[in-house]
C-alpha cells in the first residue's frame, strides 16, 4: 500500500539509460541559475532599513549608500567567480575548488557552509514567497507556518518526481517576475517625479531610539549582504550551458550581477523616496507596489510573482543539496545513502534531507523571514573566501598568462568576502549567526568521524592476511517450545544444514515439559533434547546460558540457532505471540559468533 | 542499562518455589479485601447530593431515602453473596460462577465487565484520593492530574516487585480510616444535636433549576450505587482466609456490609443536617470533617486516611486485574503475555496494562471523579447479575437442601441487580455509562476473535497427517556486494550448511562490479557468481526476481539467503550504513519457503 502511495506521488522507477542532460542557452539559463540570486530582492532592501529604523526616521537617509556599497560587492564577487567559471568549465562550486587548491579541512569547511546555505535558502525563500501571499491576503498571516510546510512538501514531490523535462517552462517564471520589477521601478521613478515629496515616515513607536552608531550602519550592510546569496549558482553548472561552455556561463553571470544590482538600488532608492516603513505583516515590495500601481489586479499579479521566483530560488536547492551531499558521501564525509540515485533518478534521500531539515527551521523561527535572515549570510561568505582564496592559490600553482593580475582579483575578492564574512559575524552574532558559527564546526567534526569509521571500515574488513573461518562440524541448536508443524518444519531444515543438532527447551511447565519429552521420540528420534532448568521463568536467560557453554565446548567458528517462527496470516496476530524469537535474535546480534535463524512457518488464517 | 534500572526498581527475580500463600484471619482479611468496597463512602454519598442540587435545596431532602434505598441494596447484594461464598469455597469470582452455570458467553460478558470494572475501580479511586488532598491543599488542584498519573506510577511499581509479605502492614490504613469515620460521624452527630439546625443551603447559581422529576431521583440512586462497587471482592479470594474458609469469608463479608451501610447512612445524614453543597475543588468529606473537626491536625488526618484507602482500594484492583486477565488468557480469551508470571512473581504484563488504562482514562477526564463515576456502575452491576442468576441455575441443577430457599434469594438477589443495571443504564447514559455499554460488547468481541485465532492456530500446527518438508540439495544464496572479509566468512558459513551455493551481485556500478568479477576467482573458486542487471538502481527488485525464478527451477521446500552483515562497535555507526539486510529480511518474510540468515561479522572500533 505504501509502495502504491509512493508510486502515485512520485511516479515509476526510471532506468539509468533514461538519463539525459539537456544543455542550455543563455537566456533560458539565466532564468535557471539565477532566480536565487534575483529573489534575494524581495527581502535584501527591507532588511537595510528594518535596522537603520532602530535609529530614528533620519538614519533612514542611509540605506540609499548602503544599497550602493552592497551593490559594488555584487560587482566584485561576480568578477572574481566569472574568473573561477573560465578556470573550472567542468563547474567550480566553493567545495571542489578550495578541497583541490587549498587541502581537505578548508574544501570540507566549504561544503559545510554551502549544505547551511542551502537549507537556509530553502527556509527562507519559502518563508518570504509565503510573506508575500499574506501580504496580499493577511488572513492567511496566522497559517503562515502551515503554508511553509505546505510549500517545502510540495517542492519534495516535485523534486522526487525529477524535473528534467520542464527546464524551460521554469524560465518562465523567472522573467515575468523581472518585467514586474521593471513596472514597478520605472512606474514609480515616474511618479517620484510628480508626487509630492514625503515627510519623514512615520515610525511605530516601540522602546526608545537606538544611537546611529557604525555598528549599527555596520549591521545594516550585513542584513543588506543576504542579497549576495546564490551568485555562485552559475559557476556550480558550467557544463548546463551550450558550448562555448566557460563563455556563455560567464556572460550569464554577467548579466545576473548587472540585473541583480540595478533592481536592489532601484528597490532602494525608491523605498527612500516613498518613505516606506517596513512592518510585520506586510512586505516592503507590497507596499512599493500597492503605491505604484494601486490594489488592482496588477499589483497581485507582482505579488503572485514574487511567491513564484521565490518557490523557484528554494527549488534550485533541490538541484544542489543533493548533489553537493552526493559529492560529500562518494568522498566518504556523509552517509552512504547520500550517494546514490533513487529509482527516478534523482538523489532521493538528499532531497528528503533538505526538506526535513528546511522545515524544521520554518517551524522553529515560525515561518519569520526576518528571524532566519540573520542565520544566512555568514555560511555564505565563508565558502565565497575559502573558494577565491583556493583561486589565488591556483594562480599560484599553474602560473599561466596574466597570472598575477588574476590572482590579484581573487585576493581581493578573498579578502573583501573575508571582511564582510567577518562584519557579519560580528554584527548578527547576536541575531543569530552565533547558531551558524556554532553549526559549521559540528558539521566539520561530523564529517571527519563519518570518514573515520568509513576508514576503518576498509581496515577491518580488509582481506589482507585474512583466512576463512573454519567450522568443522558446526554445531546447530534448535529452540523448541512444543511439538509441532513448526518445530517439525524446523528440525527437518536443522538436519538439511549440519549433522550436529540439538534441541533445548526451556522447561517454564513441568506439566508441558513431560508431555513433550514423551512425544519427543516418535518426532525426532534422532535428536538429542536437552530441558533447560529456569527458576525465574525466562527463557531469554537459560538459552544464552546454555550457549555461552557450549562455545567453550567446542572448537568450531560458529554456532547457529534455530528458532522456529510463525508468520500470522494477519498484522494484529503478530500481538497475540510472544516476542521472544526477536528477543533472542536481538540478544545474539551482539555476541560473536552466533548465527540466529527464524525458520518461518506460514499460517493460512 | 535497561536492565539495570528494572533491578533498581522492580528487585531481584525471583524463583518459582519463592511463592508461598499465607492465610489471613478475619481481621486482616476484612481491612485487605474491603478497602476497595468501604472506601466508596469517600464519593458515594457527595454523589447523590450532586444530582439533587440540580432541583433545588429542597431537593436535597431525598438523599436520606435514597441513602436508605443503596443500603438496602447492599444488604441484598451481601446476601447473595453469601451463599455464593459457601457455594464456591475456592472462590467464585462473576467469570468462573457465570461461566460454569450460564456457558461461555455471559461468563466472558462478566469477565468483559470486570476488566473495565477494575480499571474504573483504579481511576476513580486514584482521582479521589487527590481529590481528598487537594481539599486540603488546594494549591494542588491545578496538578490532580500529574499527581494521578504519580499514583498509578507508584502502585505499579510496587506491585510489580510483589506486596505478598506485607499483607498484615496493610491492614492498619483500613482500621484509621474506619476509626476517622467514626470518629467524623460520632462528633458529628453529637454537635447536630447542641448545633442551631442550618437553613436551607445557599446553592452555587448556575443555570436554570430542573424539576424534580421521578428520573432525576432515579438518577441520584444511580449515582449512589456506587457505594456497591468493591462488594464482591471478598467472594473472589475464599481461599485466603484461615480454615474454615468459608464460613470466614461469609462473617467477614457481613461485617463489611454492616460497616459499608452504617458509614454510608450515616455521612448521608449528617451531610443533610449540615446542608452541605458538592462543589469541584473540596470533597464532601473534607467539608464534614472541617466543620465537626474544625481546620486542625485532627481535620487533616481524615484526609490522610481518605486519600490512603482509596490507593489501597486502588491497590486490590492491582491483585484482581492480573489475575483475571490471567484466567482468560488460559482460556484463550486474551494475548498469552497476561497468561505467565513475571520474574518477582506477579503477572507483569497485567499490571502494566492494568496501569496504562488507568492513566489513560485519568488523563481523558482530567483526573475528575464525577466526571469517571458515571463509567463505573453499569459494569459492575451486569456483572452481579450474571453471577447471581448463575448462582440460580447451580441451585436448579443440584438440588441440595432448602435449594429452593436459596435459589429465592440468588433470584431476588439477580433481578433487582438487574433493574438496577437497567436504571443506571438508562438515567446515566448520557453521562457516560454509554462508554461501558459499547465497550463491553466490543471486549467480548474481541475476547472471542482472539480465541478463534489461538483455535485455528492449533489446527494448523497439528501434527496429524504432517510430513516434514524434504530439503534434497537444498540452494544457497549470498548476497554480494563486494569481496572483503564479511563476505568471505559468510561463503565459508553457506559452504558449510550446503553443497549448492550460488553468489549473486546486484551491478550499480559497472565499475565496482567488474572489480569484484575480477578478484572472485581468488576467494570463492568454487562459488557461481550471477550479475543481476539493476535499470532501476534497486537492490530489493532483482534479487526478489532472481528467487522467485529460481523457485520454479527447484524442487526443495526451501530456499536459503544468505545476507553477510556487519555489526558495528557503536550505535551511531548503524546510521552510516544501508538498511538493505532489513528491507530484503523484511520482504522475504512474507513469501513462503525462504529462510535469510545474517551472517554477523564484528567490528572491533
Given at each position: 500500500?505504501?509502495?502504491?502511495?509512493?508510486?502515485?506521488?512520485?511516479?515509476?522507477?526510471?532506468?539509468?539509460?533514461?538519463?539525459r542532460?539537456?544543455?542550455l542557452?543563455?537566456?533560458?539559463?539565466?532564468?535557471i541559475?539565477?532566480?536565487?540570486?534575483?529573489?534575494?530582492?524581495?527581502?535584501?532592501?527591507?532588511?537595510?532599513?528594518?535596522?537603520?529604523?532602530?535609529?530614528?526616521?533620519a538614519?533612514?537617509?542611509?540605506?540609499?549608500?548602503?544599497?550602493?556599497?552592497?551593490?559594488?560587492l555584487?560587482?566584485?564577487?561576480?568578477?572574481?567567480?566569472?574568473?573561477?567559471?573560465?578556470?573550472?568549465?567542468?563547474?567550480?562550486?566553493?567545495?571542489t575548488?578550495?578541497?583541490?587548491?587549498?587541502g581537505?579541512?578548508?574544501g570540507?569547511?566549504?561544503?559545510?557552509?554551502?549544505?547551511?546555505?542551502?537549507?537556509?535558502?530553502?527556509?527562507?525563500s519559502?518563508a518570504?514567497?509565503?510573506?508575500?501571499?499574506?501580504?496580499a491576503?493577511?488572513v492567511?498571516?496566522?497559517?503562515?507556518?502551515?503554508?511553509?510546510?505546505?510549500?517545502?512538501?510540495f517542492?519534495?514531490?516535485?523534486?522526487?518526481?525529477?524535473?528534467?523535462?520542464?527546464?524551460?517552462?521554469l524560465?518562465?517564471?523567472?522573467?515575468?517576475?523581472?518585467?514586474?520589477?521593471?513596472?514597478?521601478?520605472?512606474?514609480?521613478?515616474?511618479?517620484?517625479?510628480?508626487?509630492?515629496p514625503?515627510?519623514?515616515p512615520?515610525?511605530?513607536?516601540?522602546?526608545?531610539?537606538?544611537?546611529?552608531?557604525?555598528?549599527?550602519?555596520?549591521?545594516?550592510?550585513?542584513?543588506?549582504?543576504?542579497?549576495?546569496?546564490?551568485i555562485?549558482?552559475v559557476a556550480?553548472?558550467?557544463?548546463?550551458?551550450?558550448?562555448?561552455?566557460?563563455?556563455n556561463?560567464?556572460?550569464?553571470?554577467?548579466?545576473?550581477?548587472?540585473?541583480?544590482?540595478?533592481?536592489?538600488?532601484?528597490?532602494?532608492?525608491?523605498?527612500?523616496?516613498?518613505?516606506?516603513v517596513?512592518?510585520?505583516?506586510?512586505?516592503?515590495?507590497?507596499?512599493?507596489?500597492?503605491?505604484?500601481?494601486?490594489?488592482?489586479?496588477?499589483?497581485?499579479?507582482?505579488?503572485?510573482?514574487?511567491?513564484?521566483?521565490?518557490?523557484?530560488?528554494?527549488n534550485?536547492?533541490y538541484?544542489?543539496?543533493?548533489?553537493?551531499?552526493s559529492?560529500?558521501?562518494?568522498?566518504r564525509?556523509?552517509?552512504?545513502?547520500?550517494?546514490?540515485?533513487?529509482?527516478?533518478l534523482?538523489?532521493?534521500?538528499?532531497?528528503l534531507?533538505?526538506s526535513?531539515?528546511?522545515?524544521?527551521?520554518?517551524v522553529?523561527?515560525?515561518?519569520?523571514?526576518?528571524?532566519?535572515?540573520?542565520?544566512?549570510?555568514?555560511?555564505?561568505?565563508?565558502?565565497?573566501s575559502?573558494?577565491?582564496?583556493?583561486?589565488?592559490?591556483r594562480?599560484?600553482?599553474?602560473?599561466?598568462?596574466?597570472?598575477?593580475?588574476?590572482?590579484?582579483?581573487?585576493?581581493?575578492?578573498?579578502?573583501v568576502?573575508?571582511?564582510?564574512?567577518?562584519?557579519?559575524?560580528?554584527?548578527?552574532?547576536?541575531?543569530?549567526?552565533w547558531?551558524?558559527?556554532?553549526?559549521?564546526?559540528?558539521?566539520?567534526?561530523?564529517?571527519?568521524?563519518?570518514?573515520?569509521?568509513?576508514?576503518?571500515?576498509?581496515?577491518q574488513?580488509?582481506?589482507?592476511?585474512?583466512?576463512?573461518?573454519?567450522?568443522?562440524?558446526?554445531?546447530?541448536v534448535?529452540?523448541?517450545?512444543?511439538?509441532?508443524?513448526?518445530?517439525?518444519?524446523a528440525?527437518?531444515?536443522?538436519?538439511?544444514?549440519?549433522?550436529n543438532?540439538?534441541?533445548?527447551?526451556?522447561?517454564?511447565?513441568?506439566?508441558?515439559?513431560?508431555?513433550?519429552?514423551?512425544?519427543?521420540?516418535?518426532?525426532?528420534?534422532?535428536?538429542?533434547?536437552?530441558?533447560?532448568?529456569?527458576?525465574?521463568?525466562?527463557?531469554?536467560?537459560?538459552?544464552?546460558?546454555?550457549?555461552d557453554?557450549?562455545?567453550?565446548q567446542?572448537?568450531?567458528?560458529?554456532?547457529t540457532?534455530i528458532?522456529?517462527?510463525?508468520?500470522?496470516?494477519?498484522?494484529?496476530?503478530?500481538l497475540?505471540?510472544?516476542?521472544?524469537?526477536?528477543?533472542?535474535?536481538?540478544?545474539?546480534?551482539?555476541?560473536?559468533?552466533?548465527?540466529?535463524?527464524?525458520?518461518?512457518?506460514?499460517?493460512?488464517?
Amino acid at each position: 500500500m505504501l509502495h502504491a502511495l509512493k508510486r502515485v506521488l512520485v511516479g515509476s522507477p526510471m532506468t539509468t539509460a533514461q538519463a539525459r542532460y539537456e544543455r542550455l542557452a543563455k537566456i533560458p539559463a539565466l532564468a535557471i541559475f539565477c532566480s536565487d540570486a534575483l529573489s534575494s530582492v524581495a527581502y535584501a532592501p527591507e532588511e537595510i532599513r528594518i535596522f537603520l529604523m532602530l535609529a530614528g526616521a533620519a538614519a533612514l537617509s542611509w540605506s540609499v549608500p548602503i544599497a550602493l556599497a552592497v551593490a559594488t560587492l555584487i560587482t566584485l564577487v561576480a568578477t572574481s567567480y566569472w574568473q573561477t567559471i573560465h578556470a573550472y568549465p567542468a563547474g567550480g562550486g566553493a567545495y571542489t575548488v578550495a578541497r583541490e587548491n587549498l587541502g581537505v579541512l578548508p574544501g570540507v569547511i566549504a561544503g559545510a557552509s554551502l549544505l547551511v546555505g542551502y537549507v537556509l535558502t530553502v527556509a527562507v525563500s519559502v518563508a518570504a514567497g509565503v510573506a508575500a501571499v499574506t501580504s496580499a491576503f493577511p488572513v492567511l498571516y496566522p497559517s503562515r507556518v502551515w503554508l511553509g510546510v505546505l510549500c517545502v512538501t510540495f517542492l519534495s514531490v516535485v523534486n522526487l518526481r525529477g524535473i528534467r523535462e520542464t527546464g524551460r517552462v521554469l524560465a518562465l517564471p523567472t522573467y515575468w517576475f523581472l518585467g514586474c520589477m521593471v513596472i514597478v521601478v520605472g512606474v514609480g521613478l515616474v511618479r517620484s517625479g510628480t508626487a509630492p515629496p514625503a515627510g519623514p515616515p512615520a515610525l511605530p513607536v516601540d522602546g526608545p531610539l537606538v544611537p546611529l552608531t557604525t555598528f549599527l550602519v555596520l549591521r545594516a550592510f550585513s542584513a543588506g549582504c543576504v542579497a549576495l546569496t546564490g551568485i555562485e549558482a552559475v559557476a556550480n553548472c558550467v557544463q548546463a550551458f551550450k558550448p562555448p561552455e566557460a563563455r556563455n556561463a560567464g556572460i550569464t553571470l554577467i548579466w545576473m550581477a548587472s540585473i541583480l544590482g540595478v533592481m536592489f538600488l532601484g528597490l532602494s532608492f525608491l523605498s527612500d523616496i516613498f518613505s516606506l516603513v517596513p512592518h510585520e505583516g506586510e512586505t516592503l515590495i507590497s507596499q512599493l507596489a500597492r503605491i505604484v500601481l494601486g490594489q488592482g489586479s496588477l499589483y497581485l499579479m507582482v505579488q503572485a510573482a514574487t511567491m513564484v521566483i521565490l518557490l523557484l530560488a528554494a527549488n534550485t536547492c533541490y538541484a544542489g543539496f543533493p548533489m553537493l551531499a552526493s559529492l560529500l558521501a562518494k568522498d566518504r564525509f556523509l552517509p552512504r545513502q547520500l550517494m546514490n540515485l533513487g529509482d527516478r533518478l534523482v538523489y532521493s534521500n538528499g532531497i528528503l534531507l533538505l526538506s526535513g531539515l528546511s522545515i524544521f527551521l520554518l517551524v522553529a523561527f515560525q515561518g519569520d523571514t526576518h528571524a532566519l535572515l540573520p542565520l544566512y549570510a555568514f555560511g555564505v561568505f565563508l565558502s565565497f573566501s575559502l573558494s577565491q582564496l583556493g583561486m589565488v592559490r591556483r594562480w599560484a600553482k599553474i602560473r599561466g598568462r596574466h597570472w598575477i593580475h588574476h590572482a590579484t582579483v581573487n585576493m581581493v575578492g578573498a579578502m573583501v568576502t573575508a571582511v564582510v564574512m567577518g562584519v557579519v559575524g560580528v554584527t548578527r552574532f547576536a541575531d543569530g549567526s552565533w547558531m551558524v558559527i556554532f553549526v559549521i564546526p559540528i558539521l566539520v567534526l561530523g564529517f571527519f568521524t563519518v570518514q573515520r569509521h568509513y576508514e576503518t571500515l576498509r581496515q577491518q574488513l580488509s582481506l589482507d592476511g585474512f583466512s576463512p573461518p573454519k567450522l568443522g562440524r558446526h554445531p546447530v541448536v534448535v529452540l523448541v517450545g512444543g511439538i509441532h508443524r513448526g518445530v517439525v518444519t524446523a528440525l527437518a531444515y536443522a538436519k538439511a544444514i549440519s549433522p550436529n543438532v540439538t534441541a533445548i527447551t526451556v522447561d517454564l511447565d513441568p506439566t508441558a515439559t513431560s508431555r513433550l519429552c514423551m512425544q519427543w521420540p516418535e518426532w525426532a528420534p534422532n535428536v538429542p533434547l536437552v530441558v533447560l532448568e529456569s527458576p525465574y521463568r525466562s527463557i531469554l536467560q537459560p538459552v544464552l546460558r546454555y550457549i555461552d557453554q557450549m562455545e567453550k565446548q567446542q572448537d568450531g567458528a560458529y554456532i547457529t540457532i534455530i528458532l522456529p517462527e510463525f508468520v500470522p496470516a494477519k498484522w494484529w496476530q503478530h500481538l497475540l505471540h510472544n516476542q521472544t524469537a526477536l528477543l533472542i535474535k536481538a540478544a545474539l546480534l551482539f555476541r560473536r559468533g552466533k548465527v540466529a535463524i527464524s525458520i518461518p512457518y506460514h499460517l493460512e488464517q
